[in-house]
């Protein structure tokens, strides 16, 4: 996005809407929609297998396709999502990771295919194609688990990607750092600043280290590395924090990476305001502070935003409405196009309190970024547990701010009285709901794109992209060549998986401190002494994360408080098979299963684990769940035989703790 001079009115951002569900052409036309009510980029949204690089009809993507967002499995998915729109004007940003590289081939393939369609050059096509790949795996380890291969082949895929755009996509920003989840995994503004810039160091050294890029094509690399922050509701400090990160950004690519030029320097970023921080509870109350979150990264005009999206309303509830989705954009519309923001130079410019601000922020993140290169880089400090578990340790102050009221959440731990919400008056009708069929469809639909392409010529290409990856040579090119005889993501990801082998992450819990001189937790904890001393042996409770939702926040910080209470946890990560769950169960003797399930997939796998622990003979174990679960939902597990279920307005875990164990003595007929 062009920058003006200081006596020019700002141009505006741009504005995008995170969007994508059911199909590709349902979203397709979610797509079309959304641009002409004045949207000025596309933000695609792809469900968990995708991002996880599993086909429909994969074991692991019951209850997940089409749920988080639009599935895309081969290059004629791409095809259909792209329907009437010319991508050589677009500016696509895709949230994409681990198949990152997988799914930018497939785009660049459609280009491709339309600039033959109309007798273009494709070079002179391709070289107009701008948008974002998330591709920021670092953070997956970290936040939002969508990752799939070791962090050393992940940055592989990561760099051969740089090299290959930077020489045929110039205009393309190969990876978006992303500290938006890092935010909602309880960093600090500090910890977002200096784990952000730890990845793009370690993204930085490796494409200089590779040998495919010159050193004189370093600026180039640099100033296409975007980053894609979050923004919370004390706007002060948040503005803050990004005029830090624009002043580090600055000083590392200069002096590390020796960039001459101050516009390849500038600090290229979009933003999602915090969306976990959206409240269940009077939900209402969350329109003003999307607001607030989006002043943070508007306001200043020397560290402003250059591309925003943000949440509905309703997203603590489900998912947003085409409706829900329009009222954020018009939030975006009313400040760009209605307020006198863009005619101004930067309004803070001089106050020596945000300074100060700006200045804390630095130091700290100095101190942290040094921490971390002493360790070896982000990924020897995702490899020994080190930033995970600091950042499930902040978490967890958060939430104990939060619940001894030191942290004030307007509606859920202070002023809870309300009056019923119009805005929900129509109940169910209210979030944007996904028919299961949409999911037999798409089994039945990749059944028969197997069955209608040359599959010699998928074999020739996956084997080529298999030998390709036991050498140190270029992937996107092979990958190219997959996407165009038809591969499907699940080929791709299964090709790579045999090579690089999978991954699992550290989860941090173990390493979290315990909460120490809480007169609540220790009254649960003198209830799950006297239950096991009446039972004769330890509580054990097994938190698990079925199906391939990865947003480990929540499971970690209940697994964390049942450790402080006295409980021996059971917790083996996210992504797990239903089978998998229950027979950790069973073989742990645990006493309750806990379920934490956010992508809207539990009325499909939480039922198959009550039922896996009766046909294994521990139906008398159990089974809670916790997630953003619709109310009616919650009456049809409960009618499943779900023990009890948990939304964000249950934010005490001391007293979900303390639920708990009175489940387990009704369940051995304790009194």
Known sequence: MPYPTDHERDRPWVMRTYAGHSSAAASNELYRRNLAKGQTGLSVAFDLPTQTGYDPDHQLSRGEVGKVGVPVSHIGDMRRLFDGIPLAEANTSMTINAPAMWLLALYVSVAREQAEAEGRDVDEVLAKLTGTTQNDIIKEYLSRGTYIFPPGPSLRLITDMIAWTVHHVPKWNPINICSYHLQEAGATPTQEVAYALCTAIAVLDAVRDSGQVDQADMAKVVARISFFVNAGVRFVEEMSKMRAFTALWDEITRDRYGVTDPKARRLRYGVQVNSLGLTEAQPENNVQRIVLEMLAVSLSRGARARAIQLPAWNEALGLPRPWDQQWALRMQQVLAFETDLLEYEDIFDGSHVIQAKVDEIMTGAREEIARVQDLGGAVAAVESGYMKSQLVSSLAEYRRGVENGERIL?????????????????????????????????????????????????????????????????????????????????????????????????????????????????????????????????????????????????????????????FEVVYQGIRLTPEQIVAAAVQEGVHVVGLSVLSGSHLEVVPNVVDGLRAAGAGDVPVIVGGIIPPDDAALLTERGIARVFTPKDYELTDIMAGIVDLVRERNGLS
Not at 411 to 416: A, T
Not at 467 to 484: P, S
Not at 536 to 562: C, F, M, T, W, Y
Request: charged share 30%; proline share 4%; hydrophobic share 35%.
């Open 410 to 566: 307007v509606g859920v731990n202070k002023f809870e009285t309300t009056e019923p919400s119009p805005l929900q008056a129509e109940g169910a009708k209210a979030i944007e709901t996904i028919d299961p069929a949409v999911e037999k469809a798409a089994v039945t639909a990749i059944e028969e794109w197997r069955t209608g392409r040359d599959n010699d010529a998928v074999e020739r290409s996956l084997t080529a992209l298999k030998e390709r990856a036991r050498t140190t040579e270029n992937l996107f090119e092979a990958t190219v060549d997959c996407a165009r005889a038809g591969v499907t993501t699940g080929e791709w990801s299964g090709a790579l998986r045999e090579v690089f082998g999978e991954y699992r992450a550290p989860t941090g819990v173990s390493a979290a401190p315990g909460g120490t001189g809480d007169p609540g937790i220790e009254r649960v904890r003198e209830r799950v002494r006297a239950t096991e001393a009446e039972l004769g042996e330890r509580l054990r409770i097994l938190v698990g994360k079925p199906g391939l939702d990865g947003h480990s926040n929540g499971a970690e910080q209940v697994a964390v408080r049942a450790r402080d209470v006295g």
